[in-house]
Structures are given as structure tokens and as C-alpha cells.
């Protein structure tokens, strides 16, 4: 028996679950030296603003134990050059692609970008990118339940566009702020983004990344985001997409096990260019072997021990 | 030409002198598309610590077989180190732009360029050394003392002229490789069409790149820099340039000493 590993998303249907985080893929041409585009689940690009953005100062990553600290600061050529320069390779993969978006000084910056995208065909959702921890930001809008349900509101009247709202693990609770994404209308979560982190030079007194502080990522944060989804599982209708440190199938049925109908590769693709290949097949293995004809009785199955 | 991830069979590891360590892995591949100035990007274990790849300049290359230059300094290069021959290594290369080589009319006192190696930066440069067969570089090597002097033999026995400047005075010039850098320029004084390739400590590269530019030379440099991806991903190992920040893995590690900015 072959398994199904189609999943559907708010208003778009995947192939299969294993999608790449936004941020940790380029805009995919990056890729193409290593593996066969076509066969992942869905692309999330890098975050792009309205405006062209430099990024943080450098030094803008560091190594820590089992993980990694980096603080890019959202660079990136701006919406015009984006859809311009970067959208015409992503549009021939015949893939879904997310676009992943975020403002900069004005939720309003949201509205721009939203438009802009609308009209293009090949673009299948919009990640809300409310969670980035390094914009220098007293607070982020996704570390507010009442400001995420503003800025999901504000971006679903502008789009019939699938949303999904990423979401940041430095909150009192995942799921509260889940829930404001839900019920402003957005089709899906995805969760977790970087913890907030920071790692000191001894030697030189300063810190290792040149914006001081940064975003955790990695096997490290793994913990954290399962027991995130498996709290918002609880809580929310919506899919989830799971993210925080997967490096292979194993790590990856974890999230699925927890509530996650879809996961991405993130920091992995790092080190490990093929990896969300390897866990598309691993999936196809593990569910043969456990009998499982779609991802319906994986999804979510979690039981007491 | 495109990289590739592969496995790699390690021919050989073996320490050199103190830290200093030689690895030879079996990659037609690699060997057959690299250049001067290009890296590896390799996996030293398969666990999760280290976590990221650790990227190392390509010393030479001999039919199928690459070899690595490397200095043991923290966790990932000591486990590089206590891998041994005929196990399998996770490589990603040849990756970035490496050197451009002169062409044919350089001459400065039968010298096509000036190679500045300050501490490891021999390891790419002694590849460089090797493409240049038109005419011998002139090889300027820079250390804190003596026993830190790093391939002055390779770079002699390709019939190269080698000059060394120790912080100590130990062996060679007593002073900064820079210093000795300008006081060449100086004797010379025709260096119009000369080229300078340096690979060495940030405040070095950017003192050859002022001494280079003074004396309107081109230069290029070897830029080391912290990376997560090696293949243009992250955006982490930017650098500064007049055209914006740079990526040192791809648009580097190579670049002008005219384009950066510091």
C-alpha cells in the first residue's frame, strides 16, 4: 500500500507535509545544486518587507551547544525586486509557494504587501511574519493576543489568499495568542520562530552577534516547540505547521505525533541540504510501516503513557 | 561550476606540527572543478554538536584527491582531527569564488605577484602558488614568532622566493607582514601592474588592502567570516562592502580590496 501524504492546508492542498522554513532557504535557487525542488511539500521564502533592507549589523550568527544564534535582521530586496528578480524561478517549480511577509515600522506596511501579492496566482499563501526577534522591538505583534488578532484582521479583509501566522515561543501562552489568530480569520499557525537568545565572547567581553542579541534555533529549541503545538493542538481548529529544530524523520514525526499537519525544515537545511527530502521519505517508510494510509492517523495521535 | 554534497573517503589525517594538521580525502569531483581561493564546507561528525559545517580552504588538489590545510582550534576541528583514513566525510564543494590569476604581462623584478600568507593563510594561498605558472610569485609570510611560520618550504620548493616577517623578530623581518609588504613596494616602485593576493587575520587584509590601494595596486583578499550554510542561504557571513553587505560564501571569499568597506 502506497500512503497518501496529501494535506490540506486553509484553502490549499500539499502533496506532501514537508515543507522549508522561511529564512533558512533563500529564495530556493540556493538549493538547486542539492536536491530536486519539485518534490518538496511547499517553499517558504525569506521574509520580504516594502522596502529593501540591509539587515543587521555582523557578526550575524554563532554556533551554540546544538544550536545556532543568528540575527540577519530581515534582509532582502524589497517587494518590487522580490517579485521582480526572485518569484519567476519559484513560479516554474509548479510547487505551492508561501511568501513569507513582515512590516517594519507600521502593521499598516502589511496592507502593501498583501496587495501586491493577491494578484499574483502562483503565490498559494502569505506567512504573517509577526515573530521575528530581531528587529530591536520593545515587543513583538505576536507577543499580543489582541494586537495579532488587529494584524490578522487587517491583512484577511485585503486577501481570499490562504494565511498562516507565524508565531514567536517567547509568550506566557502559545495557545492564547493561537487562538487570537484563529478566530481573526487566519487558515493555519505556524509555530515555533526563534527563541530569543544571546551568547557572550569571555575573552573580548562582547557579545557574539554584532545586534547583541538574536534568535535561537536548532535541535536546542526542539523541546519547546513540541510541547507549543501540542498545547495549541488542544486549543485551535486551524492546522498547524510545525517548526523548532528538525533534523531528520525522527525528529520530524515528533511535531506530527504533537498536532503538526505539516512541518518545516529549518536550521537542517543548514547543515544538511537534502534533509527535507530524506524525512519526505522516511514519512513514506514510517507510515507503510505502521500501517497508516494518510497522514489522518498520525496527525495529533498522541497518548497518555 | 556547481557544488555538490558527497561522501568522501579520507585518505589521510595527519598532524603536521603542533596543531597543525594535513587532511587528504578521495573527490574527482572536487579536485576536477576547484580554484584557487574556492572552500569545503564539511560535516566533521554526525551528531548535533557540533551542529553546523565547518568550511575549510582548499590547499591543493592531485588528480582525484583534495587536500586540507587545518589548525586545530575548538571542538570542530578537534574532531576533524581524531577522524581517520577510510572513514567517510560529508562534503560540500567546491564553494565560493576563489582568486583570479593574472595574466601574462605582469613583472615586478621577475615577480607576476605578491601572496601575503599572515598565520594559516597559506592554506589557500599555496594552491594559488601552485596555478601560477607563468611566473613565480613572490611569497611574503607573516607569524608571531618563528615555530608559527606555515608553509614556507611548500611555497620555496614550487621555486618561489619567500620573505618572513615575525611579531618577535625571530625569523625574518622583526615586525608586521604589512610593514614588510610596503618596504617590498618601496625597493620595487614600478608595482603598477602588479597584483597582491593576501589570506590572512581581518587587520591584515585590511592593512594590505590600504598599502595596495595607496600605491594603486589591485588586491585581492581571502575573507574568513562565521558561517551557518556555506551555499548563500543564511545571509550570516555578510560583509561590507560599497555595494551593500556581501556574502563571503558565495560572493566571496575572494573579493577586491577596493570593494571593501571595512
Known amino acids: ?305 | 561550476m556547481l557544488p555538490e554534497q558527497i561522501k568522501a573517503k579520507i585518505i589521510s589525517n595527519k598532524r603536521f606540527k603542533d596543531n597543525y594538521w594535513h587532511l587528504e580525502f578521495e573527490s574527482g569531483l572536487i579536485a576536477g572543478r576547484a580554484l584557487p581561493g574556492q572552500f569545503v564546507n564539511i560535516k566533521v561528525s554526525d551528531d548535533v554538536e557540533p551542529l553546523l559545517r565547518r568550511p575549510l580552504s582548499i590547499h591543493g588538489t592531485q588528480s582525484s584527491k583534495v587536500r586540507l590545510f587545518y589548525e586545530v582550534l575548538g571542538m570542530g576541528t578537534r574532531i576533524l582531527s581524531n577522524r581517520r583514513p577510510g572513514e567517510f566525510l560529508d562534503v560540500i564543494g567546491p564553494l565560493g569564488n576563489g582568486f583570479s590569476l593574472p595574466g601574462k604581462g605582469h613583472r615586478l623584478g621577475g615577480q607576476a605577484a605578491i601572496l601575503v600568507a599572515g598565520g594559516m593563510g597559506g592554506a589557500p594561498l599555496l594552491f594559488l602558488a601552485k596555478k601560477m605558472i607563468l611566473s613565480k610569485p613572490l611569497i611574503l609570510i607573516g607569524a608571531r614568532t618563528k615555530s608559527k611560520v606555515l608553509c614556507a618550504q611548500e611555497f620555496k620548493a614550487l621555486g618561489s622566493a619567500v620573505k618572513i616577517a615575525t611579531d618577535d623578530g625571530s625569523a625574518g623581518f622583526k615586525g608586521r607582514v604589512t610593514e614588510l609588504l610596503s618596504q617590498v613596494l618601496r625597493e620595487a616602485k614600478n608595482g603598477g601592474d602588479l597584483s597582491i593576493y593576501a589570506c590572512g587575520p581581518r587587520p591584515m587584509l585590511k592593512a594590505v588592502s590600504k598599502i595596495a590601494c595607496d600605491n594603486n595596486i589591485d588586491s585581492q583578499l581571502s575573507l574568513e567570516e562565521h558561517m551557518a550554510c556555506g551555499i548563500g542561504a543564511c545571509l550570516g557571513c555578510v560583509v561590507a562592502t560599497k555595494s551593500g553587505y556581501k556574502m563571503v560564501c558565495k560572493d566571496g571569499p575572494v573579493f577586491s580590496g577596493k570593494e571593501l568597506t571595512w
Open chain 1, 1 to 305: 500500500m502506497k500512503p497518501d501524504l496529501s494535506v490540506r492546508i486553509g484553502k490549499f492542498d500539499l502533496k506532501n507535509p514537508v515543507m522549508v522554513a522561511s529564512g533558512t532557504f533563500g529564495y530556493a535557487e540556493e538549493f538547486a545544486p542539492f536536491i530536486d525542488l519539485k518534490k518538496l511539500g511547499a517553499i517558504v521564502t525569506k521574509t520580504i518587507t516594502v522596502s529593501p533592507r540591509l539587515g543587521n549589523l555582523p557578526p550575524r550568527t554563532c554556533e551554540t551547544p546544538a544550536g545556532m544564534l543568528n540575527s540577519i535582521g530581515l534582509e532582502n530586496p524589497g517587494i518590487d525586486k522580490f517579485i521582480r528578480e526572485k518569484l519567476p524561478f519559484l513560479k516554474k517549480l509548479g510547487i505551492p509557494v508561501i511568501v513569507s511577509i513582515a512590516s517594519i515600522d507600521d502593521p499598516g506596511e502589511f496592507t502593501v504587501l498583501a496587495s501586491h501579492l493577491d494578484k499574483i496566482k502562483e503565490v498559494s499563501a502569505l506567512e504573517l511574519n509577526i515573530s521575528c526577534p530581531n528587529l530591536h522591538k520593545d515587543k513583538l505583534i505576536s507577543q499580543d493576543a489582541k494586537d495579532t488578532f488587529e494584524l490578522v484582521s487587517l491583512v484577511r479583509k485585503l486577501t481570499q489568499k490562504c494565511l498562516i501566522t507565524k508565531l514567536s515561543p517567547n509568550v506566557t501562552s502559545i495557545s492564547e495568542i493561537a487562538l487570537a489568530a484563529e478566530r481573526a480569520g487566519s487558515d493555519a499557525v505556524a509555530l515555533i520562530n526563534t527563541l530569543g537568545g544571546m551568547s557572550i565572547d569571555i575573552d573580548k567581553r562582547t557579545p557574539k552577534i554584532g545586534s547583541w542579541s538574536a534568535g535561537l534555533s536548532g535541535p536546542a529549541i526542539r523541546p519547546v516547540a513540541v510541547k507549543m503545538i501540542w498545547e495549541a493542538h488542544n486549543k485551535i481548529k486551524i492546522p498547524i505547521i510545525g517548526m523548532g529544530g528538525i533534523m531528520d524523520i525522527q525528529s520530524a514525526l515528533e511535531f506530527f505525533i504533537a498536532g503538526a499537519s505539516a512541518i518545516s525544515v529549518g536550521t537542517a537545511n543548514f547543515i544538511n541540504p537534502r534533509a527535507s527530502i530524506e524525512i519526505i521519505s522516511g514519512l513514506k517508510a514510517y507510515m507503510a510501516d505502521n500501517n497508516m494510509r494518510d497522514l489522518s492517523g498520525l496527525i495529533g495521535s498522541l497518548r497518555a503513557c
